[in-house]
């Protein structure tokens, strides 16, 4: 995991951690999802992620591993599926 601040000095404010993003890059997706949506942001917390794509919605579960792109590290969150937007 990505390291954050130490806390070990006082309270940890609970809503903030849960607002707090990390940078994440999406693996194994759909070759047509473009290259720059591939790196982006999630939720600190999060365990999985969605992002809106061509009248859809592609889900990403996180690796449990972090990857170094562009000198910082990054969550990676593998492909794990595309559901449809119902209308």
């Known amino acids: 995991m990505i390291s954050g601040p130490d806390h070990s000095s006082?309270?940890?404010n609970a809503t903030a951690d849960?607002?707090?993003?990390?940078?994440?890059v999406f693996v194994d997706c759909p070759r047509d999802l473009p290259?720059?949506?591939?790196?982006?942001?999630?939720?600190r917390d999060s365990d999985e992620v969605k992002l809106a794509f061509y009248g859809g919605y592609e889900h990403?579960?996180?690796?449990?591993?972090?990857c170094e792109?562009?000198?910082?590290?990054v969550t990676v969150f593998r492909?794990?599926?595309r559901t449809e937007i119902a209308e």
């Open 79 to 81: 492909w794990t599926g």
């Open 60 to 66: 990403f579960t996180s690796a449990g591993y972090c």
């Open 10 to 12: 006082g309270p940890v």
């Open 69 to 73: 792109v562009g000198g910082e590290l």
């Open 18 to 24: 849960r607002t707090a993003k990390i940078k994440a």
């Open 35 to 43: 290259i720059s949506s591939r790196i982006g942001e999630a939720f």
